[in-house]
T-cell receptor, first 114, second 113 residues
């Protein structure tokens, strides 16, 4: 089976840095995605990690440790528009041999305050 | 520009009725997916397809069916709508590998009374 855990809610201040954690237990792990979802909108892709380490994309970075089953999304220089849900999702070679099939966590709702 | 669309965007129906939600993508992606999103559960996979005539059950497929007659479309049918199927439904598509992100449609909010 698989299990993905994220905090339900987080609050941070505009201009600050926030780290959103995701832990997973998945056999045949084959990659981890982060998506952003604003209220009432579709999820949009933020990052993908398959190897250990940090991937940086502008204000957003994502880290993966395969041995610990752990990832985090780091958001720097927070802006009000970053208020959204952040979804962690994993893919596995054991998902019926399928490609690109994702299992999502329940998401972390981030509120950025002035 | 390539896109993925869903229709209708909002639907209210009655228990027991058959409902079909449309999903259309113009990226020529082989992979297409249907999810439902409910508070406290996140996105859960209903059905998915890796190409024409291919369909597979996801983790919450009971009461739903899909068909794939062409690359662009994957309609989702609720055979006999139940109140438990009140949810927001998202369609997504991707290229055929583990390394490609899924592109999501705008969603359909379905209410079953």
């Amino acid at each position: 089976g698989q299990n993905i855990d994220q905090p339900t809610e987080m609050t941070a201040t505009e201009g600050a840095i926030v780290q959103i954690n995701c832990t997973y237990q998945t056999s045949g792990f084959n990659g981890l995605f982060w998506y952003q979802q604003h209220a009432g909108e579709a999820p949009t892709f933020l990052s993908y990690n398959v190897l250990d380490g940090l991937e940086e994309k502008g204000r957003f970075s994502s880290f993966l440790s395969r041995s610990k089953g752990y990832s985090y999304l780091l958001l720097k220089e927070l802006q009000m528009k970053d208020s959204a849900s952040y979804l962690c999702a994993v893919t596995s070679m054991n998902y019926g041999g399928a490609t690109n099939k994702l299992i999502f966590g329940t998401g972390t709702l981030l509120a950025v305050q002035p | 520009d390539a896109e993925i669309t869903q229709s209708p965007r909002h639907k209210i129906t009655e228990t027991g009725r058959q409902v079909t939600l449309a999903c259309h993508q113009t990226w020529n992606h082989n992979n297409m997916f249907w999810y439902r999103q409910d508070l406290g559960h996140g996105l859960r996979l209903i059905h998915y397809s890796y190409g024409v005539q291919d369909t597979n059950k996801g983790e919450v497929s009971d009461g739903y069916s899909v068909s794939r007659s062409n690359t662009e479309d994957l309609p989702l049918t609720l055979e006999s709508a139940a109140s438990s199927q009140t949810s927001v439904y998202f369609c997504a598509s991707s290229e055929s590998s583990d390394y490609n992100e899924q592109f999501f449609g705008p969603g359909t909010r379905l209410t079953v009374l």
